[in-house]
């Protein structure tokens, strides 16, 4: 049990054009859906939080009107980068966690990369 | 923002032997959580340990915690070329949406 769904697994876009990434808990109900961002051999980065029907709680330094983020119902989650540009290029998680349990389930991830 | 530090970054081994992985942290936490991230793919939880616990086991992994050094340990005892991975340890913020902090990591190579 516990799966979480993100796809696509890769994509390649031009430069200003928008990308969006979806994740999806298969058999549970994700209350709290996180998105991270890693680069190469790092760590993941925390961009954002989001709970089913409420706006994005975004970190400091994320810019909400570049990633914007969805968490429309209590099994998806969207993110959608804006006029990628090719520092944009990454790879991002998703993870999504139960109400009253503590671990994270995890998408296995999309690497996006900004032409 | 980044909570934990990790060392060492890189670990090599071979197969048989133990491996120790230590994260250290700067705020108070909730819990401490270890997870494992294969090569370009999703993270996948290994252990979690409360602030109120010293050391837990699972399997052939053991985790220490060490609230007054702000510090844990994962050790991977018999490691196998399968146990190559990225390991990070996350420390769970009270408050908030219950979310995790990542450390930056432990590479790590196990030869046969």
């Known amino acids: 049990g516990a799966v979480v769904s993100q796809h696509p697994s890769w994509v390649i876009c031009k430069s200003g054009t928008s990308v969006k990434i979806e994740c999806r808990s298969l058999?549970?109900?994700?209350?709290?859906m996180f998105w991270y961002r890693q680069f190469p051999k790092q760590s993941l980065m925390l961009m954002a939080t989001?709970?089913?029907?409420?706006?994005?709680?975004?970190e400091q330094g994320v810019e909400k009107d570049k990633f914007l983020i969805n968490h429309a119902s209590l099994t998806l989650s969207t993110l959608t980068v804006t006029s990628a540009h090719p520092e944009d290029s990454s790879f991002y998680i998703c993870?999504?966690?139960?109400?009253?349990?503590?671990?994270?389930?995890f998408g296995s991830g999309t690497q996006l990369s900004v032409l | 923002s980044q909570q934990g530090e990790e060392d060492p970054q890189a670990l090599s081994i071979q197969e048989g032997e133990n491996a120790t992985m230590n994260c250290s942290y700067k705020?108070?936490?909730?819990?401490l959580q270890w997870y494992r991230q294969n090569s370009g793919r999703g993270l996948v939880h290994l252990i979690l340990?409360?602030?109120?616990?010293r050391e837990k086991h699972s399997g052939r992994l053991r985790v220490t915690l060490d609230t007054s050094k702000k510090s844990s340990s994962l050790l991977i005892t018999a490691s196998r070329a399968a146990d190559t991975a990225s390991y990070f340890c996350?420390?769970?913020?009270?408050?908030?949406?219950?979310?995790?902090?990542f450390g930056a990591g432990t590479r790590l190579a196990v030869h046969p």
């Open positions: 993870s999504a966690k139960q109400r009253l349990n503590e671990k994270l389930f």
């Open positions: 058999d549970f109900q994700a209350t709290t």
């Open positions: 989001s709970n089913e029907g409420s706006k994005a709680t975004y």
């Open positions: 705020t108070s936490i909730n819990n």
């Open positions: 340990i409360r602030s109120n616990e």
């Open positions: 996350a420390t769970g913020v009270s408050g908030g949406y219950n979310k995790l902090i």
